[in-house]
C-alpha cells in the first residue's frame, strides 16, 4: 500500500533557524499532500496542501512544494519561533487508498 | 463554529469494562473518521463513514471495537471490553467530502485502560 516517509525527530533548533522536514511518498499518480501539525494536548490541525504538481502550499510562514519528480513534499520556514514547538505530520490522499495516509510525524522544538 | 466535539477528554477504566467515545461533528460536514494514535504505532485510521454509512473499517483491530453513525450530528466508538493494549488517543475527524478534503480534528480523548 501507499506510504509516506518523514524526516525522524525529534528536531530542536533555536529561535530564527532555518527549517526543513523532508517528506517523502510513495502512491502513484497524482496523490494530494497535505501538512497537518499537532500542539501539545490538541488534535491536528491543517497546516498546509497542494493538489498538484509544482503547487506550493504556504500558510503562517511555512512552505512546501508538491515535486512530482523527487515524489517530495518537504516543509520548510526561514525563521522559526518557539511557538512553532509542535509535532508535524504529512500526509497524502490518492483515489486508490480512498483516506489519508500519515507518516509518523516529526516533533519540533524550539529553544528561545 | 464549535469545531469537532469530542467526550469524555479522558477515560480511565479497568481491563474488562466497556468504553464508549463520544464525537459531534461538524454541521455540514458528511464525512466522519475515526483515528488511534500512539507512541508505537502513531496515527490509524480505525473507521471512516460517510453520509452516516460506513466506508472502510479495516482498520477496527478486532470485534471488540465497534462504531456507530445513528445520524449526522453523532457518532459513537465503544470498546468492549477494553484491555491494557487499548490505550491510547482517540481522535474524530469530520470533513465536508471524502478522505482528501482538509479533515477537522476534535480534541482527542485520552483512554487508559488499566
Redesign the interface.
Given at each position: 500500500g501507499d506510504s509516506v516517509t518523514q524526516m525522524e525527530g525529534p528536531v530542536t533548533l533555536s529561535e530564527e533557524a532555518f527549517l526543513t522536514i523532508n517528506c517523502t511518498y510513495t502512491a502513484t499518480g497524482y496523490p494530494?499532500l497535505?501538512w497537518y501539525v499537532q500542539y501539545p494536548?490538541?488534535?491536528?490541525?491543517?497546516l498546509l496542501?497542494a493538489t498538484k504538481a509544482d503547487d506550493k502550499g504556504s500558510n503562517k510562514g511555512f512552505e512546501a512544494t508538491y515535486r512530482k519528480e523527487t515524489t517530495s513534499f518537504h516543509l520548510e520556514k526561514g525563521s522559526v519561533q518557539v511557538s512553532d514547538s509542535a509535532v508535524y505530520?504529512c500526509a497524502d490522499?490518492s483515489g486508490s487508498?480512498?483516506?489519508?495516509t500519515?507518516?509518523?510525524?516529526t516533533q519540533l522544538t524550539v529553544l528561545p | 463554529d464549535a469545531g469537532v466535539i469530542q467526550s469524555p477528554r479522558h477515560e480511565v477504566t479497568e481491563m474488562g469494562q466497556e468504553v464508549t467515545l463520544r464525537c459531534k461533528p461538524i454541521s455540514g460536514h458528511n464525512s466522519l473518521f475515526w483515528y488511534r494514535q500512539t507512541m508505537m504505532r502513531g496515527l490509524e485510521l480505525l473507521i471512516y463513514f460517510n453520509n452516516n454509512v460506513p466506508i472502510d473499517d479495516s482498520g477496527m483491530p478486532e470485534d471488540r471495537f465497534s462504531a456507530k453513525m445513528p445520524n449526522a450530528s453523532f457518532s459513537t466508538l465503544k470498546i468492549q471490553p477494553s484491555e491494557p493494549r487499548d490505550s491510547a488517543v482517540y481522535f474524530c475527524a469530520t470533513s465536508t467530502g471524502g478522505g482528501g478534503d482538509t479533515q477537522y480534528f476534535g480534541p482527542g480523548t485520552r483512554l487508559t485502560v488499566l
Open positions: 494530494s497535505f494536548g490538541e488534535g491536528l490541525q491543517l496542501k505530520f490522499f487508498a480512498r483516506q489519508l500519515f507518516g509518523s510525524g | -
